[in-house]
């Protein structure tokens, strides 16, 4: 019989240098003077060259911006909304082969080794540089197929009816302060269709990459999964390491049909002073499965809670989400359930790692809506503190208005047991290597869940995050 | 050369508690000595220093190996100089796998200057070599598979203990009771798997109450500690009469230690929570 006693990637050598924290020196092509009012929306809307409908739809979001208070919850928000860069477009066209791209373009692609993944398995690539997808791809058999992998920019251009009859309808701009403002100068991100039957094989990937210091990148995505088909989307983030704070603030929309399902994968690395400010959603009709699996090691502030609202009976939500918090860094991650339909299934496992003085919070809902009968919801959270200078939250808000529902929640919090230490270290594992080898254990009933490439890279990143060398 | 592990008149301290109050102990490579004891005698708390357990304090004594005091290195650079304890209670490490412990911990041993990041044992190597041993020892291989210790059963911890101590190959292996908790079959298995592994080639320190796992690993000493003391050494002999008749003699002989040892049991739950 084959001993198949391992799948753990060969691990590469620690204290390699951050392959992440680099800057391209790059010449923009325009970019919008700093701050945010009526006219640099315009200006965006205007460069976009976009219908009336999406100017006035930005127009109507700054107005909610401005009248929303900042959440008084989650983490510190010490931004000033005038200090930013809101567009900055840095090519006038967007490359169907890498080598349309800007020279400079390329290689930061090439050193974040997308070309790569691209040609070894991925169905399709986005890449977005600042505020514009630089690169796209699609496979052939796709295209025949009837799949749109598209910028979110292009979409409206090419795609007006299919986009304008979703966008906005599961994230509308009153949302939440955030989302508005990502609706009033949003660029860039994805637009997925598949359509009905269509299953992709191989994961869709966009990548996202921010450059500039003061930087704000504010990606739109779409997906519309039509009736029994499938797709897998993922996502990488990086960013430079700079003084001062940029921020990423991107909206995500996730439509799944009828038997439909959606797997969206994050990991999101950005550099240690972004405020990674995010609001995904998806909608499960009958029997439609939506899976987010949401890895957060990056940014000095991330403020996340993936969501899927069960729409229709037999709908099913599952939310896996991994946070890491190093120095300085705060992970107010989470996810939230709805169950808006009978015989709805919903779980979030959330694990969270709290190392140097970093601070990880969980903040959950699960809610089961009047009428959605027989729903079962369970909520497993479970954080690993690494030393007494690091702490963990666990916020659950559970709301029940029906009786007849399933409900559990398990959270349990431990510090890195010094008996494991030692017993690691007593076969010759260096204290460093134990705890590494117990973080990896911690999160291996996530890790196992992803892609082959995606868990090497997560425990890649992960090991680097142990060594302190990450941002 | 012959290889040695030396104590010499080592005190030990947990919590400001002496528990050993001057051991003495050679062990030279390629023997097997028996350590029994009554229950807070200071069996385990022996095995756990010798390891480097942070939570004792060494008052005074010295630990050499052919003749280098370790008291200064870390656990795992006292294992990877050779020293092995296999776990009375073999700690649970969730969603680590028993194999990739494992290959690190060889690689470790077998290399003892690798920095960390360099390559492991090749895995077709390490694959074949795990095998054969977990043939030897009758397990079967889905078991590397399984998280290190969690959710195994009193018996699968001591046979993943033997599996570790057959894979890393010690030249000093200190076996805290790893009979307990195991039928009598059982014993016997792990008796015939030590021998099997090349016990003989070690010098071993058996922590036990019972003789079945001597059986296929005959002492040629047996050392009773009492009190934190060694306040007898014997042959096989020894080992016989103690599991027979249990330490009444031995007490009366040793009536302040004994005393000590009584002591010592009131600090027990301390010292099982640092075990």
């Not at chain 1, 640099?40 to 060259?49: G, H, L, N, P, R």
């Not at chain 2, 050494?233 to 005393?259: D, F």
Request: charged share 25%; aromatic share 8%; proline share 4%.
């Amino acid at each position: 019989m084959a001993l198949d006693i391992s799948l753990e990637p060969e691990q590469d050598a620690i204290g390699e240098i951050n392959k992440y924290n680099f800057r391209t020196e790059s010449k923009a092509v325009f970019k919008a003077r700093k701050g945010l009012d009526r006219e640099i929306v315009a200006q965006i809307s205007e460069m976009k060259d976009e219908p009336g409908w999406m100017r006035d739809f930005r127009l109507k979001s700054l107005e909610i911006f401005d009248s929303k208070p900042m959440p008084r919850w989650g983490g510190a928000l010490d931004l000033n909304f005038q200090d930013i860069y809101y567009y900055l477009k840095p090519t006038n066209k967007q490359g169907r082969t890498w080598d349309d791209v800007p020279e400079e373009i390329k290689e930061t692609f090439e050193k974040l080794g997308i070309p790569e993944a691209e040609r070894k398995y991925l169905a399709g690539v986005k890449a977005q540089f600042e505020s514009e997808v630089v690169y796209g791809s699609l496979k052939e058999d796709l295209v025949q197929k009837g799949v749109i992998f598209t910028d979110t920019d292009t979409a409206v251009r090419e795609h007006s009816d299919l986009l304008r009859q979703y966008f906005g309808t599961v994230i509308p701009p009153s949302d939440n302060k955030f989302a508005a403002l990502n609706s009033a100068v949003w660029s860039g991100g994805s637009f997925i269709y598949v359509p009905k039957g269509v299953k992709i094989e191989f994961p869709l990937q966009a990548y996202f990459r921010i450059n500039e210091e003061n930087m704000g990148q504010f990606e739109r995505t779409l997906i519309i999964v039509d009736e029994g088909a499938q797709v897998h989307y993922v996502e990488g983030c990086t960013a430079p390491m700079y003084s001062s704070e940029s921020l990423h603030s991107a909206v995500v929309e996730v439509i799944v049909k009828k038997n439909g399902r959606c797997r969206y994968t994050t990991i999101q690395n950005w550099a240690n002073n972004i405020y990674n400010l995010v609001t995904k959603r998806a909608f499960a009709y009958r029997d439609a499965v939506m899976e987010w699996v949401d890895g957060n090691l990056g940014s000095q502030l991330t403020m996340k809670y993936p969501a899927v609202y069960m729409m229709e009976p037999g709908a099913r939500g599952e939310i896996l989400s991994i946070a890491f918090s190093g120095k300085g860094q705060h992970q107010d991650a989470g996810a939230k359930l709805v169950h808006a339909a009978p015989n709805t299934t919903g779980q979030i496992i959330s694990k969270s790692i709290s190392k140097n003085g970093g601070r990880s919070s969980y903040r959950g809902l699960a809610k089961v809506e009047k009428g959605a009968k027989n729903a079962k919801c369970n909520v497993v959270c479970d954080a690993l503190i690494l030393d007494p200078e690091s702490r963990s939250d666990t916020y659950p808000y559970i709301e029940i208005a029906e009786q007849d529902v399933s409900i559990g929640h398990e959270a349990s919090v431990s510090r890195i047991g010094e008996e494991q230490l030692f017993y690691l270290m007593s076969r010759g594992l260096s204290e460093a290597e134990a705890s590494t080898m117990i973080v990896n254990g911690f999160i291996e009933p996530l890790v196992k869940e992803l892609p082959m490439e995606y868990a090497v890279e997560l425990n890649r990143l992960i090991q680097l995050q142990m060594e302190g060398s990450v941002g | 050369m012959i290889e040695t592990l030396e104590i010499r008149d080592l005190h030990v301290e947990i919590e400001g508690k002496p528990i050993l109050r001057g051991v003495n102990l050679q062990i030279n490579r390629g023997e097997t000595h028996a350590l029994m004891g009554p229950n807070g005698s200071g069996k385990s708390t022996l095995g756990l220093v010798i390891m480097g357990h942070p939570n004792y304090e060494v008052t005074s004594g010295e630990i050499l190996l052919n003749g280098e005091n370790i008291l200064e290195m870390e656990a795992d650079e006292r294992a990877r100089a050779g020293i092995f304890y296999a776990f009375q209670r073999p700690i649970a490490i969730p969603g680590v796998k028993l194999a990739d412990f494992l290959r690190h911990a060889t690689t470790n041993v077998r290399n003892p200057d690798r920095k960390e990041g360099e390559d492991l044992i090749p895995m077709r190597e390490f694959r074949a070599e795990l095998k054969e041993k977990m043939g030897q020892l009758r397990m079967d291989t889905d078991f590397a598979r399984r998280y290190v210790n969690d959710g195994f059963s009193g018996g699968e911890m001591k046979r993943a203990e033997i599996l570790q101590l057959a894979m890393l190959q010690p030249k000093f292996a200190i076996l805290d009771e790893t009979d307990s908790g195991l039928d009598a079959d059982a014993v016997r298995l792990a008796s015939q798997s030590i021998a099997e592994i090349g016990g003989e080639r070690m010098g071993l320190l058996i922590i036990t109450h019972h003789d079945k796992l001597l059986e296929h690993n005959p002492p040629q000493y047996t050392h009773v500690i009492v009190g934190g003391r060694i306040v007898e050494t014997g042959g096989p002999e020894l080992a016989a009469e103690l599991h027979t008749k249990g330490y009444e003699r031995i007490r009366r002989e040793h009536p302040e230690a004994s005393e000590a040892n009584d002591k010592n049991t009131e600090v027990e739950p301390a010292e099982l929570a640092g075990a």
